[in-house]
């Protein structure tokens, strides 16, 4: 069983940053893909950052203020979010592309809040 645990999420107002932590636990042997997702009020979950084997890609409306990087040996994924918008506001959800000795599969955290204040 992989278990996916995230952090960092919070209020703070337009111009601030955070910085999102999940650490993924269990049974890895590795992790392939890891990224971040986010879903507002009333819309569809979107991609906001990925990252795997070396490449990253980020949403349009991200790139140049969030930073997607990944600590291996601690099997964790961080998404440092600067320059924040109140159009941030969204439950932030890690995923991972785990890799055991069994199975190939895609993990989700429970979620995180982001809350930017205009």
């Known amino acids: 069983q992989v278990q996916l645990v995230e952090s960092g999420g919070g209020l703070v107002q337009a111009g601030g940053s955070l910085r999102l932590s999940c650490r993924a636990s269990?049974?890895?042997?590795?992790?392939?893909?890891m990224g971040w997702y986010r879903q507002a009020p009333g819309k569809q979950r979107e991609l906001v950052a990925a990252?795997?084997?070396?490449?990253?890609n980020y949403a349009d409306s991200v790139k140049g203020r969030f930073t997607i990087s990944r600590d291996n040996a601690k099997n964790t994924v961080y998404l440092q979010m600067n320059s924040l918008k109140p159009e941030d506001t969204a439950v932030y959800y890690c995923?991972?592309?785990?890799?055991?000795?069994?199975?190939?599969?895609?993990?989700w955290g429970q979620g995180t809040q982001v809350t930017v204040s205009s």
């Open positions: 269990g049974s890895i042997t590795s992790i392939y893909t």
């Open positions: 990252t795997s084997g070396g490449s990253t």
């Open positions: 995923t991972c592309t785990v890799i055991t000795a069994w199975l190939t599969g895609d993990y």
